[in-house]
């Protein structure tokens, strides 16, 4: 199991590396990863099922000590993010299909990397714990409203059928892995090292799958989608950063409100897309899915030295006071 857990990590620690490699062979080999297309649902499944498996009732704790600042957190993600999404699509006259891929990835729930990005910004873990849980529970309610609201100008939306959909692909496998853990918790805890893993290979074969299936599509608005994701990323983490000050939060916690507002859980947008719209929707989320990762650990680089200022700062102010 040692030498599961080394590769786990390593695999967690090189995820970006993989998914970028795994996402050039598919566009330059299409043919090779087409048919991965059709196991995006239980693919994205499984890694909700690991992330079940790491949660557990302490995680929800942070809600009931600090329930304004979860409830702001969750609601800049459902507020931020779609709305942006949405001013992109109109504002740059994107097409159809592209557009409402932009909007599907806004609507989605936090990523699932966005804690670990928090931990290595120094940011609050246990608050972003707590919004990317929360959000991700609330996520069969509102983001098919959100996407009813915004992307019914483009196509013809039904939230019941996406309802359904978020439940069996996110909230099945994640109250699945969330009670083998309560009830098999050692058996759980022993798999859980190798999940990280599992995830890895999970998520790349996902966006390979997306990537071959919309090749031709991606040639001809690639370059339009990549501008828009990483715009859509950006202004994310900006307008969460200054949201949570504007609310008068500390710095761990701006730091934790800003990665969750700016990360989605582009897995699942590839998902509804794959199986609601078209291949070209997914692809907004598949791009995104690894522009996040990629400007994630920079953010996260960039807010730990904005830490390490302030308590210089600190530490000068006490000496001097000494």
Not at 108 to 128: D, K
Not at 205 to 212: C, E, K, N, T, Y
Request: charged share 10%.
């Amino acid at each position: 199991m040692g030498a599961i857990e080394k590769v786990s990590r390593f695999a967690g620690k090189t995820f970006t590396f993989w998914v970028i490699i795994v996402a050039v062979l598919a566009y330059m080999y299409p043919g090779n990863f087409k048919w991965l297309g059709g196991y995006v649902v239980p693919l994205l499944g499984i890694v909700m099922f690991g992330m079940g498996l790491t949660l557990s009732a302490a995680d929800f704790k942070e809600v009931f000590r600090r329930p304004k600042e979860v409830a702001l957190g969750v609601v800049g993600h459902f507020i931020i993010m779609p709305l942006l999404a949405f001013l992109l699509a109109v504002g740059l006259h994107l097409p159809k299909e592209v557009a409402v891929g932009v909007i599907l990835v806004g609507c989605c729930p936090s990523g699932t990397s966005s804690n670990v990005m928090v931990f290595l910004a120094r940011g609050n873990v246990a608050l972003a714990v707590s919004i990317a849980s929360v959000s991700t529970i609330l996520a069969p309610i509102f983001t098919p409203l959100l996407i009813f609201l915004l992307a019914s100008k483009w196509v013809h939306i039904s939230v019941g059928s996406l309802f359904l959909s978020i439940v069996q692909v996110i909230i099945v496998p994640l109250c699945l892995g969330f009670l083998i853990k309560k009830f098999f918790g050692k058996q759980a805890a022993a798999s859980t090292k190798a999940m990280p893993l599992v995830s890895v290979i999970a998520i790349v074969l996902i966006v390979s799958g997306v990537v071959a299936g919309a090749q031709a599509q991606i040639a001809k608005t690639g370059l339009l989608i990549f501008a828009v994701v990483i715009l859509h990323n950006i202004l994310g983490y900006c307008l969460g950063f200054f949201f949570s000050r504007l609310f008068g939060m500390d710095l761990s916690k701006q730091k934790a409100v800003a990665m969750e507002v700016g990360m989605q859980n582009s897995g699942l947008g590839v998902a509804i897309a794959s199986t609601s719209f078209s291949p070209l929707a997914a692809v907004p989320s598949a791009i995104f899915s690894v522009w996040h990762n990629i400007s994630g650990s920079i953010l996260a680089f960039i807010f730990s030295k904005i830490d390490d200022k302030h308590k210089e700062e600190k530490d000068k102010d006490k000496k001097l006071a000494g």
